[in-house]
């Protein structure tokens, strides 16, 4: 078995371990501040509207595409009543010349006045369909107004959750800054190239017969090494590669 170097920083002992203490403190909160009840549901409300957004939007398009077919129904109503009305003129005006040429009019005039039936019955189709639709859009306008106002207050309430954690954040950041400037600056950089791998517990204690960080009993020349380490100094762990300490 190689041992590995043996590093010696009596002082910074208790320190060391109260950057790590703080630095799982600062995890903690890190992770709480992330799932906050009250940031999902601010992204639950702002999905709600989202939603209904889109099926207003939606229901718009459509809407305006009735409306432009009932515009053209009526722009076309209007054109069928003035050639009625000019053919009415010509009928009635003692210009006809033929009872033949009557009797053509005569039927222009009925198909015309069948067409504008046609047409207004259609327009009546699409009124009727705008209808539901302008309920349903008036529905979820009101829906959206509600939302947005929940929007307001949730988001408040996401401010003053995160303020709350924000303060806690700072003062921990301010104890794990004293903790690190009491402790030796190259302990301080071995530990934090190992964080990635062991989390909160880089830095463990030796309990007389084995690591803490061990998931299991150490060899006993491991041990036996560790026991003859001075207090104090740190060893790099063997078996789990954590940095131990007597
Ligand atoms: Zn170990």
New binding site residues.
């Given amino acids: 078995m190689v041992l590995t170097a043996v590093l010696t920083y009596d002082d910074s002992v208790e320190f060391i371990f109260a950057v790590q203490e703080e630095d799982t403190v600062l995890r903690q909160l890190h992770h709480r501040r992330e799932n906050l009840p009250e940031g999902e549901n601010v992204n639950r409300i702002e999905a709600e509207l989202a939603e209904l957004s889109n099926a207003k939007q939606l229901l718009s398009v459509q809407q305006l595409e009735i409306l432009q077919r009932q515009k053209r129904c009526e722009q076309e109503v209007g054109a069928v009543e003035s050639r009625i009305s000019e053919l009415d003129g010509k009928l009635y005006g003692g210009m006809i010349t033929s009872p033949k040429e009557a009797t053509s009019l005569e039927t222009e005039i009925r198909h015309l006045k069948e067409r504008q039936d046609e047409l207004e019955e259609k327009i009546l189709e699409l009124m009727e369909e705008v209808e539901p639709q302008e309920k349903e859009i008036i529905s979820i306008s009101g829906r959206i107004a509600t939302r947005e106002t929940e929007l307001i207050t949730a988001r408040d309430e996401l401010l003053v959750a995160e303020s709350e954690i924000e303060e806690t954040l700072n003062a921990a950041v301010k104890r794990r800054e004293l903790a690190a400037n009491e402790t030796d600056s190259e302990l301080l950089k071995r530990y934090e190239s190992l964080r990635g791998a062991f989390g909160s517990s880089v830095v463990v204690k030796f309990d007389g017969n084995n690591?803490k960080?061990?998931p299991s009993t150490m060899p006993a020349m491991e041990s036996d090494r560790l026991k003859n380490t001075p207090e104090g100094v740190f060893s790099d762990?063997t078996?789990?590669g954590?940095m131990?300490v007597r």
């Fill in positions: 690591c960080g061990c762990c078996e789990c954590r131990v």
